[in-house]
């Protein structure tokens, strides 16, 4: 029972086992997960998200023992559970427009890998398979606290000179 429990938790209860991008349908529960944390105050989201994080880490090693120890694609509870390290304490990101851009970016950034999201890959277990995708959002929110403050700045200089 305890397996077929993790399976589902592992797996977004079934998101993951799409048959085309399952970490992309999988990484959609982490919005909701996401718009609810950036309602509470920024300790509590921190703490939030350490104890998620601390959770995936166990049910992706089990969920992988499944696979043969790998970090198959329909395992996406490292998606959801990290996502919303991308816009954490980003209180901009409570609008659905850019909600969405950091979702994009973060798939962009978990799906191509480029370094040093890369060499996550060869830490073995579900310390692994979570790291990566901690990384990708960490990457995520660096670019959209810079994009956001540019914008800031862009839209507080129009409107000192209309």
């Known amino acids: 029972m305890l397996d077929t429990v993790n399976f589902w938790i592992a797996t977004g209860f079934g998101l993951g086992l799409a048959p085309m991008a399952p970490g992309t349908f999988g990484s959609l529960l982490g919005i909701p997960l996401a718009w609810w944390l950036l309602s509470r105050p920024l300790g509590q989201q921190g703490a939030i998200m ?34 919303p390290l991308a816009v954490i304490g980003l209180q901009a990101a409570r609008h659905p427009l850019v909600m969405a851009l950091a979702f994009g970016i973060y798939r962009f950034f978990d799906g191509l890998k480029p370094p040093p999201i890369h060499l996550a890959e060869y830490v073995h277990g579900g310390f692994g398979i979570v790291l990566d995708d901690v990384i990708a959002a960490l990457v995520t929110w660096v670019v959209m606290a ?9 839209t507080s200089g129009q409107q000192l000179n209309s």
């Open 50 to 83: 350490a104890t998620l994080l601390l959770l995936a880490i166990p049910v992706c090693h089990v969920a992988a023992r499944h696979y043969a120890g790998l970090d198959h694609g329909s395992i996406v509870a490292d998606e959801y559970v990290a996502f």
């Open 146 to 154: 810079i994009g956001l403050k540019l914008w800031q700045r862009r």
